[in-house]
């Protein structure tokens, strides 16, 4: 490669953002000094939100997202600062048990109780003779975590069918919270907006095991402006036990009359009681909304045959919830459910991250805000409805590898800055 060769090339990085698979677009471009029209190619930012599609722009959308988390428990970006000291709730809601699965307990050890009858060999087995029990310490990378002990006894249509109703029993638990808060303050339902608001922001995540949960802010304001303090009896105490309630009493019946519930494990904490600040909270839920279902790019995209499932899938267990959600769809009675459309995401169709309207600003305004900033340094401005797509990616067959080198150094750099300035903000000065 010239020097000439290696200018372009550089060129092409930065105007693309570091973006692994950039769009290439073509059109015609004003010349805001002189007033000229000339055609030119243009490579954009691809914006997929996935790291292990394009490591710049997940890493644009997931600060993004912690942007949207952030503001909504401390105030910024158009969200009132006085939203800090408001009732604020952290909830994990999981899914129930659809089969024994290799995990970590809290003493360390993989032990599965079964419930299936003794066998003479003193073992508790199930009815396919497979030992239910596991006693291995697995470490945090392990791939037999999530995967079931007998793969014949794990229920995967009950689980993809969870999976599509879990945003619909989210959607009813709200709904139970925001009356049960009602009652609670002597009012109905529908008079709740005029002493209180409920908002909240909900994040899914996919465990190892395939099931779906969702981790979730919640926070009271008042019933004008989400400044305003909740009122006096809408305490932080009353809404952990609404919650709780809400959620151990809530369901949603399938159109086949099975119902389906959370599960048992639930976590509740008072954001205010704690030592999670803001920013680790956010950090904590930001992270979650660039992955795929497994973290790998075998489940990234949108399956389009049953055998590239059976290809691209390594692991036995997500390739056969991938299959089971695929062949699902094939069954009138769920095709409503659109399981081959989400057979990559085994049968869950909600969005990653979603809020309620005014828990906090969106992802709209972040990049409107963002993109009139890039407007404003640019001395070309694109003529409406020229421009026309041709393709994606780059020219250079190593400009991919080194995007991705290069997003890599500055995150890096970014991020001992980050830490230079905090070491710096905590040295006091000694008295003189």
């Known amino acids: 490669m010239n020097a000439e060769e290696a200018r372009i090339l550089m060129r092409e990085l930065e105007s693309s953002g570091n973006c692994s698979h950039p769009i290439r677009l073509s059109g015609e471009m004003v010349n805001l000094a002189t007033g000229e029209v000339g055609s030119r190619s243009l490579r954009i930012s691809c914006k997929d939100r996935r790291r292990v599609v394009c490591p710049s722009c997940s890493y ?7 942007i949207l988390v952030s503001s909504g428990l401390v ?3 158009g969200t009132p600062d006085e939203v800090g000291s408001h009732p604020r709730l952290f909830v994990t809601l999981t899914a129930p048990s659809f089969g024994a699965v290799h995990t970590i307990r809290a003493g360390g050890e993989c032990v599965v109780r079964a419930s299936t009858p003794k066998t003479g060999s003193n073992q508790r087995s199930c009815a396919h003779g497979r030992v239910l029990l596991c006693r291995v ?8 975590l999530g995967r079931p002990l007998c793969a014949e006894c794990f229920d995967y249509e009950g689980a ?15 709904q139970s919270i925001r009356r049960s808060l009602a009652e609670a303050g002597g009012l109905r339902q529908k008079r709740l907006k005029s002493e209180a608001q409920v908002h909240y922001l909900k994040v899914a995540e996919l465990q190892r095991r395939g099931l779906v949960h969702f981790h979730v802010l919640v926070r009271a304001d008042g019933p004008d402006n989400v400044g305003d303090a909740a009122p006096t009896w809408l305490t932080t105490e009353l809404l952990q036990q609404v919650m709780t309630k809400s959620i151990r009493l809530s369901s949603v ?15 509740v904490q008072d ?45 036995p267990h997500a390739r056969r919830l991938a299959l089971t959600s695929w062949t699902m769809n094939l069954r009138p009675e769920f095709r409503a459910l659109r399981l081959r459309e989400h057979a990559h995401t085994f049968g869950f169709t909600g969005q990653l991250i979603t809020k309620s309207r005014n828990f906090s600003t969106t992802f709209k305004a972040l990049r409107s805000t963002r993109a009139d900033y890039m407007a404003a340094q640019n001395v070309l401005d694109p003529v409406e409805g020229s421009f026309r797509y041709e393709g994606r990616g780059y020219d250079n067959p190593k400009a991919t590898q080194l995007a991705e080198l290069f997003f890599a150094m500055h995150r890096d750099l970014r991020a001992e800055s980050a830490e230079a300035r905090r070491n710096t903000a905590t040295i006091k000065p000694e008295p003189s």
């Open 137 to 144: 310490r697995h470490a945090e990378d392990s791939p037999e």
């Open 160 to 174: 993809i069918l969870w999976n599509a109703h879990a945003s619909r029993l989210w959607n009813k638990t709200i």
């Open 271 to 315: 954001l205010g009681a704690t030592a999670q600040d803001a920013n680790t909270v956010a950090s904590y839920l930001a992270k979650y909304v660039t992955k795929t279902a497994d973290g790998s790019k075998d489940l990234a995209r949108q399956f389009k045959s049953r055998r590239q499932i059976q290809m691209l899938v390594d692991d």
């Open 253 to 267: 019946v399938s159109f086949d009359g099975v119902e389906y519930r959370w599960g048992q494990l639930l976590d």
């Open 75 to 77: 105030g910024g970006k």
């Open 60 to 66: 644009t959308y997931q600060t993004d997202a912690w």
